[in-house]
T-cell receptor, first 116, second 114 residues
């Protein structure tokens, strides 16, 4: 069974540009989470989808960030326009059922975003 | 305001000895605690967890202890092996509304020397 995949693995963009990160969860997983780790800091929750619906987006930093999950399969996270402080590693995680226990979140390898 | 704190950025131990990683939390609503292990260029991998109704959970070489009154948990690895060298993250969840979003600490880099 394929794990959570993320694309690209690394993206370098200039301040003011737009970047779109993609996450493919494990097949059949209804829950999809986005997290971010800024250099040297903790991994922080961004938002949670249940199928195509946003369950909780309390961690989204500001309106420059837009997450979508059309059709309830893969998800995209767009940053527009990117700022220097957006640099970090963006992780996606998925879990199978709505009431899945926390340990059942499976993480992808992350996308390292560098804004110059 | 950090709700989960790992105050030791790094820890170095000899192979075969015990590794003890510590974690403190401030949110009394947390009811589930997890440890994740992370290698470079990989995502976090679940290691072991504990519910707030327990004070100990053991899985092979890994044991997690929870002290609710002190809002403290620790991960013990015995015996430590070089392959255990990684960053270890403590995480917590309050399970509110079946969201199970995780709140992480900053991580502790464990180095196990042969």
């Amino acid at each position: 069974e394929a794990g959570v995949t993320q694309f690209p693995s690394h993206s370098v963009i200039e301040k003011g540009q737009t970047v779109t990160l993609r996450c493919d969860p494990i097949s059949g997983h209804d829950n999809l989470y986005w997290y971010r780790r800024v250099m040297g800091k903790e991994i922080k929750f961004l938002l949670h989808f249940v199928k195509e619906s946003k369950q909780d987006e309390s961690g989204m930093p500001n309106n420059r960030f837009l997450a979508e999950r059309t059709g309830g399969t893969y998800s995209t996270l767009k940053v527009q326009p990117a700022e220097l402080e957006d640099s970090g590693v963006y992780f996606c995680a998925s879990s199978q059922e709505r009431l899945a226990l926390p340990y059942e979140q499976y993480f992808g390898p992350g996308t390292r975003l560098t804004v110059t | 305001d950090q709700q989960v704190k790992q105050n030791s950025p790094s820890l170095s131990v000899q192979e075969g000895r015990i590794s003890i990683l510590n974690c403190d939390y401030t949110n009394s609503m947390f009811d589930y605690f997890l440890w994740y292990k992370k290698y470079p260029a990989e995502g976090p991998t679940f290691l072991i967890s504990i519910s707030s109704i327990k004070d100990k959970n053991e899985d092979g070489r890994f044991t997690v202890f929870l002290n609710k009154s002190a809002k403290h948990l620790s991960l013990h690895i015995v015996p430590s092996q070089p392959g255990d060298s990684a960053v270890y993250f403590c995480a917590a969840s309050d399970g509110g509304g079946s969201n199970y979003k995780l709140t992480f600490g900053k991580g502790t880099l464990l180095t196990v020397n042969p």
